[in-house]
């Protein structure tokens, strides 16, 4: 009974420390149609291009994802406006009521935050499932503190929602794992990862769990589970629950397949080379970068510690106890998905979120096997556990909370918009690089009250923009830039290798005080309880909360 309160705190606070970032940079304060994460707008757009009368469905840009998040926000959305919550009227109409225009971001976010907390509880099933209470307990509680879960559990993005329908065929594995499953539970595996899949196309490498899980049983001998037809009805409905929830993969195939082969070119390349120098392949960076700026260095530390803890155990120990093969299933598929999912040459923060299960567990498994140590005695391993995991979960959650501050509070954006509405005269002319979701919301806005100068225009690349200010900057009294804008340019011995041009238009820009002068600069830092996170070179998503911006004026 004890426990089962527990679980249900741990999910109601996780589901409060989601439900914080409802209303960050939604279209009223970005005074667009879009929201401080560009990628939000997918969603919004793509059911808006849909033609029902035409029968046509297809999530079209969104297959970027795999557009089954696209539907689950489509058939709430129009609930809502049954209800008569939500008015998704014209595009005008949105542009002039922006406020309205909130309400469907509002509700694809709740969205994601109703899927962040099942995850909670899918990891909490899954531990309690192959070890035990405790540990369920453990990873329940990481998972619902790490800062990139919370964090993407508040966006209008597939990424949690995939996570959920990835966790619950790890579920089912460890069923497969029994060997006393029947095909259902195959069938129900396989349309499980295939409506994973359909949800963002990277979720298919977790089709290798339930196939593990069919190889590594006790039962059978290694010939018998090649020809066990289970194995194909695992992959047939993989394919058949991938086709249910992405139908237009096949009713608009050349669609699909231009945004297929263009997820391919975002793999093989970057658009962010100056992290991919700094920090190296998906592999190393993931260890040395991104996951410590996603989730915080503890968590990494004792995800790795419980692998290498757990694949000694596995190696050395002799017998197939129950233990031991979950924790074969989890070093072996852990494994192949951490190296598959961090191959791609194009990386961020929310792309380590199919990795996040496995930290979890295996930090959950360490401390596990720390209260449970014959090397102690019962007390003092109970001692040992418990200031353990409070080293763990007390550093996690401080990180996490001081980044959704971040969100919470009032944005570097907004304050750079009351800054320029009460300090520049209305005469005077603005240069930006472009107008994007870093752009202060008065210049963003669709008729600014200022003459303002880009760059490039909307659909220009940034570097592209970024050259283009060098002649804007000629004609203008006042340049407003953000650290997306500049951070590229400027980094010692790399930048003049990879953007020479761009650096020097930075440097005779913004950085040439006998041209420009800095008036003023907004920026904050992730702090909470006096523990203050220095901005070091973050993720480039992970910026999205608070980039620093700066006004400059043409000297006279």
Known sequence: MKKSFLILAILTAGFLLRLSGLYFGLP?????????????????????????????????????????????????????????????????????????????????????????????????????????????????????????????????????IMLFFVLWPVYVSLEILSGKTSSKTYLFAGLLIGLATATKLSAGIFGIVPFLAHFIRNDGKFTEKIKDKNLWLLTGSGFAGFLIGCPYAIFDFPTWWYYFKMNIAFAQNTTHPIEYALHGPGWQSYISYYLPNSIGFPVV??????????????????????????????????????????????????????????????????????????????????????????LVLAPTLTYSVAYLKLYSSVNTRELASEWIDKNIPKNKTIAIPRSYFWTPGILRQYNPPYKVLMGGDIQSALSDAVLGLDK?????????????????????????????????????????????????????????????????????????????????????
């Open 28 to 160: 009223s304060k970005n005074l667009a149609l879009t929201t401080y994460n560009p990628d939000e707008a997918l969603t919004i757009y793509s059911l808006q291009d849909m033609k029902p009368s035409k029968l046509d469905f297809s999530p079209k840009r969104a297959f970027l994802w795999g557009g089954f998040s696209v539907y689950i926000a489509g058939f709430f959305l129009k609930l809502c406006q049954f209800l008569k919550i939500v008015n998704p009227a014209s595009r005008e109409f949105l542009m002039a009521n922006l406020h309205e225009t909130d309400k469907l971001y509002i509700i694809a976010r709740l969205i994601s935050i109703v899927f962040g907390t099942l995850n909670v509880l899918m990891i909490y099933l899954i531990a309690k499932k192959a070890y035990n209470k405790t540990t369920g307990l453990i990873c329940a509680s990481l998972l619902s503190i790490l800062a990139v879960h919370v964090i993407y559990s508040f966006y209008a993005r597939p990424d949690v």
């Open 301 to 390: 530390f004792t995800g790795l510690m419980g692998f290498v803890y757990v694949l000694i155990s596995t190696i050395t120990k002799k017998g197939k106890s129950e233990k031991r093969i979950y924790d074969t299933l989890f070093l072996i598929s852990g494994l192949i998905i951490y190296f598959v999912i961090s191959k791609t040459k194009n990386q961020a923060a929310v792309y380590t979120i199919p990795v996040l299960p496995f930290f979890v567990l295996f930090t959950g498994r360490l401390l596990d096997i720390l209260l449970n140590s014959t090397l102690f005695k019962k007390p003092l391993s109970a001692i040992l556990f418990a200031i353990a995991s409070i």
């Open 472 to 556: 804007i900057s000629r004609s203008a009294d006042y340049i407003v830039i953000t650290e997306f804008e500049y951070r590229d340019y400027m980094v010692k011995n790399i930048s003049s290798q990879i953007f020479p041009e761009q650096e020097k238009i930075i440097k005779d820009t913004i950085l040439n005080k006998k041209r420009f002068e800095e008036v003023v600069s907004f920026d904050k830092e992730a702090e909470f309880l006096g523990f203050k996170f220095k901005k070091d070179f973050p993720p480039h998503d992970l910026l999205i909360p608070n980039p620093k911006i700066t006004v400059y004026k043409k000297k006279a």
